[in-house]
């Protein structure tokens, strides 16, 4: 079975920080764009990073432009395929943030309906 498990959330004051770990399991995904997505409570589900597959050499990285400069996607290993920096942290970064793998490795894609694979979630609350 194929899941993505998120850690690394939790409670944080404004312009603290936290780092976001996915743990991967049923497969690699060093042939997968991986990327990180957030829903906050009644809002849609956005897109905030994403990261080239592992085994290319380019590196490419994508960000929305409400979290450019203060958070980082990075690759790890198999197990643990994505990391999300997040630094500078605002009341409106409260969210679930979500891990989520994509087979449409040609771009960078910010659609949740590009990304195959989900995690369930892991809750991020910025206090003021």
């Known amino acids: 079975q194929v899941q993505l498990v998120e850690s690394g959330g939790g409670v944080v004051q404004a312009g603290g920080s936290l780092r976001l770990s996915c743990a991967a399991s049923g497969r690699t995904f060093s042939n997968f764009v991986m990327g990180w997505f957030r829903q906050a409570p009644g809002k849609e589900r956005e897109f905030v990073a994403a990261?080239?597959?592992?085994?290319?050499?380019?590196?490419?990285?994508k960000y929305a432009e409400s979290v450019t400069g203060r958070f980082t996607i990075s690759r790890g290993n198999g197990k643990n395929p994505v990391y999300l920096q997040m630094n500078s942290l605002k009341p409106e970064d409260t969210a679930v943030y979500y891990c989520t793998a994509s087979m449409v490795t040609w771009y960078l894609s910010d659609t949740s309906t590009d990304y195959a694979y989900w995690g369930q979630g892991t809750q991020v609350t910025v206090s003021s």
């Open positions: 990261i080239s597959r592992s085994d290319g050499r380019d590196g490419r990285t």
